[in-house]
């Protein structure tokens, strides 16, 4: 089983990818194949599927897997999921490439417009030096691509001990707090 960093520690993944991003680096027996349609048996626990997936078989989802989540991309319109994030116990955000800021914007809204309340996971290409960031737009739950940087990226959550603008979680700027 994999690891994640989640709420800053360093936990078991206990989730499964039902059709991750091709190019995800999840390739252990955490990974489900996708059964066409869902199975119509017994549940699957822990579920993350992608978008494509939960649009087509929201019905039979909702029934087989417990607990469920989904994963999207940057630049997904998330009115066709917005009536549907109750549902979700994690919304993990895809990161094609560590260049690739639409994730930030996409965790930032999930959390301020539409209030989600869920792990919010980065999952993808992200480097250490990102986690901060990500904290800060409001991800609690980062799937590191690479293990041997697991530690250094849960460091990198703490590299700045104050901001001077409001963000997820710090509602004033600086110059207001006292």
Not at 88 to 115: H, K, M, W
Not at 116 to 134: K, S, V, W
Request: glycine letters at 6%.
């Amino acid at each position: 089983m994999s690891k994640i960093i989640k709420d800053g520690d360093i936990v078991e993944d206990d989730w499964n990818y039902i059709d991750p991003p091709r190019d995800f680096h999840t390739v252990t027996p955490t990974t489900v194949t996708p059964q066409p349609p869902c199975t119509g048996g017994a549940a699957i626990p822990a579920a993350i599927v992608s978008l494509d997936h939960w649009l087509s078989q929201r019905t039979q989802l909702l029934a087989e897997i417990s607990p469920v989540g989904i994963w999207l991309e940057g630049h997904v319109d998330v009115s066709l999921v917005v009536d549907d994030l109750p549902f979700f116990d994690v919304i993990a955000i895809y990161f094609p490439s560590f260049s690739d800021g639409r994730g930030f914007s996409l965790g930032n809204q999930l959390r301020e417009r539409y209030t989600f309340q869920g792990e919010l996971r980065a999952i993808g290409n992200l480097l250490p030096d990102q986690m901060y960031y990500l904290h800060r737009c409001g991800f609690n739950a980062v799937d590191v691509t690479n293990p041997k940087d697991l530690h250094l990226a849960r460091e990198a959550l703490m590299d700045f001990s104050n901001n001077y603008q409001e963000s997820w979680g710090e509602d004033k700027p600086i110059f207001r707090r006292r």
